[in-house]
């Protein structure tokens, strides 16, 4: 495996250079070489520094997959300074907790989002705003055309002194030069911002080097059948979350075309795939299971598909099992988090993982699994926390001393984060996720896994999506409930029938005791399900009896 070495920057400049007059970006269309995009990307980059932006400021990327997120984080990395990507669906709070907690002092928005920014200019510490369209960068007649049939979302854009246009920018020429890139390996360049489904979201720097040994690791996994260079990567996920970051820049740095896409829309995507040979896909498992279960899912042809990845989430094994024998290809998965850069395990392409496992450890990555409790070695075999350290790894939380003290640890002469999460790993390095600690139900002195019984559930050919939590029980300490969404052309379906299903897939104690029917469960602004929420109603509705 081939580490990329120097700065991220650095990295880019060699992939212009071997591939300079190769597809870097095609977005609705439109095609960016290599060549065309590294002169973008400095043009931008020295406007950036005529508004006095400089090395170790901080800029928030509030964008949706466009080429303008990439053209801003890479004029950002040119000279120095440190991208804030952010949801762009995040609210006027979101927004403002992040830019104070951040201290970003420059935002990269849509014109869509314009007016949640000046509702917070002035509560934040931020001094210039830099704003686009969907549609700006493409051809004049594709805008009009967009335009005039109502397809391309816009907003209300103010002016100001401290209001710039990004397009503007790109087609203005300044006779300024760049000075020297200067960056050590060590230095923080990002920083993203969790889910924060456990509370106030924190934030995750991120140094050149962790960066680059995270894509350098994942994109080893398709190598040897996709060579460097070769690949045809379409963009199955945000770019503000670490893996669209690691799956689509990490391509994009590697030589590879990226195609995206402003949002998702599964016509849209199939048809991309279709028409451009796409090679790799990712997403979360939802996003495969949407795939399965769309009605024109057989108009369009996937065959080019060599590398599919899934990641974010545990993969349903009969979600798996379908996309393997619908296509003939299977999905790859892999396990990591924010704090880990991404992949803690991976499953190497042409290997056949074991059933459950989500990837073999990689080789960069030390493990160790714990009792969550004692934080003492559990016996070879058995499930515990995980705990990952690396030579190069995230340190700290931004501004967060307690948290970091609760989930970086100090233990055997060696610093680890504390994942959280229940897995077992088997002798050939193989991991299986269980659970998350937190959500770990004790039951009759059992630790029960919830996700188990939530995957159970979702096999289930009437349910949609399901959540499982525990109710405090003074007899037994928790009893076991579920929430379940059915499908909206299912009927007669009842709690009865869903824990018949369960008493023929599960050990008698994970067994539900409860079945409640929603029309949806809670989730955060990332996707991601808030057990959290549920559980807290659980405990009020106990508390009051």
């Not at 076991?480 to 009865?496: C, E, Q, R, T």
Request: glycine fraction near 8%; charge should be neutral.
């Amino acid at each position: 495996m081939e580490i990329f070495l120097g700065s991220i920057y650095e990295q880019f400049e060699k992939v212009c250079k071997d591939f300079a007059e190769k597809p870097a970006l095609i977005y609705l269309g439109k095609s960016w070489r290599f060549s065309q995009l590294k002169e973008a990307v400095e043009t931008l980059a020295v406007h950036l520094l005529k508004m006095g932006i400089t090395r170790g400021d901080r800029a928030i990327l509030y964008l949706s997959n466009t080429p303008q997120w990439v053209i801003s984080w890479l004029a950002l990395l040119r000279i120095g300074a440190i991208s804030i990507p952010i949801s762009p669906i995040y609210t006027p709070v979101d927004l403002k907790y992040m830019a104070n907690d951040s201290g970003a002092e420059t935002i990269f928005c849509l014109d869509t989002n314009f007016g949640y920014v000046t509702q917070v200019l002035p509560e934040t510490g931020i001094k210039r705003v830099i704003v686009t369209n969907l549609a700006e960068l493409l051809p004049w007649w594709k805008r009009w055309i967009g335009l005039s049939l109502n397809k391309i979302p816009s907003g209300k854009v103010g002016g100001g002194e401290h209001i710039f246009f990004f397009r503007k920018l790109l087609t203005s020429r300044s006779p300024s030069s760049l000075p020297p890139l200067k960056t050590e390996p060590e230095q923080m360049f990002e920083m993203l911002y969790t889910g924060g489904t456990t509370g106030l979201p924190k934030g995750v720097p991120f140094t050149h080097i962790v960066f680059l040994e995270g894509v350098s690791e994942q994109r080893s996994m398709s190598e040897p059948f996709i060579p460097k260079g070769k690949d045809i990567v379409i963009q199955g996920g945000p770019l503000f979350h670490i893996l669209g970051q690691q799956m689509g820049l990490g391509g994009l740095l590697s030589g590879d075309t990226l195609i995206l896409l402003p949002k998702v829309n599964l016509d849209g995507l199939l048809d991309h795939i279709q028409r451009y040979r796409v090679l790799t896909f990712f997403g979360v498992p939802a996003m495969y299971r949407m795939i399965l279960e769309h009605d024109r899912i057989d108009y369009y042809d996937l065959s080019s598909l060599q590398y599919c990845f899934s990641g974010g989430d545990v993969l349903p094994t009969e979600v798996a099992e379908r996309w393997l024998k619908k296509f003939g290809k299977p999905i790859y998965q892999g396990y990591g988090a924010t704090e880990t850069c991404g992949r803690v395990s991976l499953t190497p392409m042409g290997e056949e993982a074991p059933p459950g496992s989500a990837g073999k450890v990689t080789p960069l990555q030390k493990v160790k699994l714990v009792d969550p409790d004692t934080l003492e070695p559990v016996p070879p075999g058995e499930s515990g926390e995980l705990l990952v350290s690396s030579d190069h790894m995230i340190r700290s939380y931004w501004n967060k001393p307690t948290e970091t003290a609760e989930c970086f640890i100090e233990m055997d002469g060696r610093l680890w984060y504390r994942t959280r999460d229940i897995v077992r790993i088997d002798e050939k390095g193989w991991l299986f996720y269980l659970d998350r600690s937190v959500d770990t139900i004790k039951h009759k002195g059992y630790r029960v896994a919830v996700s188990e019984i939530e995957a159970v559930l979702q096999e289930h050919p009437a349910v949609i999506s399901a959540c499982v939590v525990g109710v405090p029980d003074e007899k037994v300490g928790e009893r076991i409930k579920a929430f379940a969404v059915l499908k909206s052309d299912v009927k007669g379906v009842s709690a009865y029938d869903l824990l018949k299903w369960c008493r023929e897939r599960l050990a008698p104690y994970k067994v539900p005791q409860y079945i409640e029917f929603r029309d949806m469960l809670p989730k955060s602004k990332v996707g991601k399900l808030l057990r959290r929420e549920l559980r807290a109603e659980e405990r009020k509705r106990f508390e009051k009896t």
